[in-house]
C-alpha cells in the first residue's frame, strides 16, 4: 500500500520570501509519480508540479520546484518569492503503476498562509 | 483546451434520496477517476474508469457506483443518501492509466440534509 505524509498542517511564510513544504512517502512499486496539487478556498484542486521516481533531475515549474530525494523518500515542495495568491492548502500524493497503486494516494495537506 | 468539468457544482439532497454526479475529462483523455473530500477523512479515491470499464474502486460500500461513455464523460451515483455523504467530489481525468497527471474538475459540493 501506498502511504504519503505531511507533517506540517500549517503554515506561515512572509511575501516574497522562499518556503519549503515537506512530503514523504512509501511505497513497494518500483516506479511511481509524486505530485503537488494546491487548492484554494473554492475547493478545485490544481495541478502544481510532477516528479518521476526514474527522473534524475528535480522538476521545476516557474516558482515550484521539487526537492526530490529518492532514498530518504521525500518530495519536497519549494515555493520561492511567495505571493499572497500562494494562500491555500497544498497536497502532496503519488500515483503507482501496479493494481491499487494507481489511483492517486493524498496526504492530509498543509494549510499555507502567505503574510504581507 | 477546455479543463475537466463537473456538473451541478452544488446538490442539496434529503437522507435516502439518490444522486448523480457528471464529469466531462479533458478532450482526449481515457481515464476518470473519482475522489471524495471530507473534513474528517480527508480525499479518498472512489474509483477509475477506463475504455468505458471500472478499473479500480475504492473502499466504499456498493452505493457507491459509476460508470463512462464511449466519449470518456462519466457518472457516479450515490443511492440511498446519508448524512456522512455530504462532501467535495472531485472527478479528475489523465491521458492513461499510468503515472499520468490527474487533472481536476472544480468538484460537486453536495450537502444531505
Known amino acids: 500500500a501506498q502511504k504519503i505524509t505531511q507533517t506540517q498542517p500549517g503554515m506561515f511564510v512572509q511575501e516574497k520570501e522562499a518556503v519549503t513544504l515537506d512530503c514523504t512517502y512509501d511505497?513497494?512499486?518500483?516506479?511511481?509519480?509524486l505530485f503537488w496539487y494546491k487548492q484554494p478556498s473554492s475547493g478545485e484542486m490544481i495541478f502544481l508540479i510532477y516528479?518521476?521516481?526514474?527522473?534524475?533531475q528535480n522538476a521545476t515549474e516557474g516558482r515550484y520546484s521539487l526537492n526530490f530525494q529518492k532514498a530518504r523518500k521525500s518530495a519536497n515542495l519549494v515555493i520561492s518569492a511567495s505571493q499572497l495568491g500562494d494562500s491555500a492548502m497544498y497536497f502532496c500524493?503519488?500515483?503507482?503503476?501496479?493494481?491499487?497503486?494507481?489511483?492517486?494516494?493524498f496526504g492530509s495537506g498543509t494549510q499555507l498562509t502567505v503574510l504581507p | 483546451k477546455a479543463g475537466v468539468t463537473q456538473t451541478p457544482r452544488y446538490l442539496i439532497k434529503t437522507r435516502g434520496q439518490q444522486v448523480t454526479l457528471s464529469c466531462s475529462p479533458i478532450?482526449?483523455?481515457?481515464?476518470v477517476s473519482w475522489y471524495q473530500q471530507t473534513p474528517g477523512q480527508g480525499l479518498q479515491f472512489l474509483f477509475e474508469?477506463?475504455?468505458?470499464?471500472?478499473?479500480n474502486k475504492g473502499n466504499f460500500p456498493g452505493r457507491f457506483s459509476g460508470r463512462q461513455f464511449s466519449n470518456s464523460r462519466s457518472e457516479m451515483n450515490v443511492s440511498t443518501l446519508e448524512l456522512g455523504d455530504s462532501a467535495l467530489y472531485l472527478c479528475?481525468?489523465?491521458?492513461?492509466?499510468?503515472?499520468?497527471?490527474?487533472?481536476f474538475g472544480p468538484g460537486t459540493r453536495l450537502t444531505v440534509l
Open positions: 479528475a481525468s489523465s491521458w492513461n492509466r499510468d503515472t499520468d497527471t490527474q487533472y
Open positions: 511505497t513497494s512499486d518500483p516506479s511511481y509519480g
Open positions: 516528479q518521476g521516481s526514474y527522473d534524475q
Open positions: 500524493a503519488m500515483r503507482g503503476i501496479s493494481g491499487s497503486a494507481r489511483q492517486l494516494t
Open positions: 478532450s482526449g483523455h481515457r481515464s
Open positions: 474508469y477506463f475504455s468505458e470499464t471500472q478499473r
